[in-house]
């Protein structure tokens, strides 16, 4: 059950740092455009990716201890300039485009597609993180994280497309994003602290 509400919290954390995917959800919600459909492609895109990670990072179980510690120190080197970014974004404004309803529902259908998979800070976040925080999990343990991790982006992006009004309301709030990337920073912060003992561990142990 820890590995379930450990998924949670660092898929939470991970996808609600803003972006132009979670920006276009908002747009089209605000427009009441296609709102299912969207929300719908960007969460089951997400699952297919997290489970993609897990999956990826599994065949790792066999590796040699120098080639983990190296995985580790490249995600601690990752992790760290992600919560750099987010002390630099802690004055950062966001604003939402008064963009048109759009009627074609392929049109649309291709541009949520783009802004999910042509964005690579998706796969950075849900192939390379959660896969790699995840790789010394028991299998079981593994799909808890991963289901963990699933259902934050399916309860996120269901209410960014549903409740884009009170998200667009907030965006223009610098102080609700500054507590938003306070959050993100303590808790990678706390991943990257567990992850720098449990490679000192695993080295001189």
């Not at 992600?82 to 802690?90: P, S, T, W």
């Not at 965006?171 to 303590?186: D, E, H, M, R």
Request: hydrophobic share 50%; aromatic share 18%.
């Amino acid at each position: 059950m820890e590995n379930l509400i450990l998924g949670f919290l660092t898929g939470g954390s991970l996808i609600l740092a803003i972006g132009p995917q979670n920006l276009f959800v908002i747009e089209q919600g605000l427009k009441r455009n296609f709102v299912f459909t969207i929300t719908t492609i960007c969460a089951a895109s997400d699952i297919l990716l997290i489970f993609l990670g897990i999956f990826i990072y599994h065949i790792f179980d066999s590796i040699s201890l120098e080639v983990e510690v190296i995985l580790n120190i490249i995600l601690i080197v990752f992790l760290i300039n992600y919560i750099k970014d987010k002390i630099g974004n802690l004055k950062k404004e966001y604003k939402i485009k008064n963009i048109e309803r759009s009627q074609n529902f392929k049109n649309i259908i291709l541009k949520t597609l783009g802004f999910t998979y042509l964005n690579p800070h998706v796969y950075s976040d849900t192939v390379f993180i959660l896969g790699n925080i995840s790789k010394n999990f028991a299998l079981q343990d593994k799909f808890y994280f991963a289901f963990g991790a699933s259902f934050a982006s399916i309860i996120f992006f269901y209410s960014l497309g549903y409740m884009s009004s009170m998200f667009a309301n907030f965006i223009k709030k610098k102080n609700t994003w500054k507590y938003i990337n306070s959050f993100i920073i303590s808790f990678m912060s706390v991943l990257v602290i567990f992850i720098i003992y449990d490679t000192y561990d695993r080295l001189f142990s």
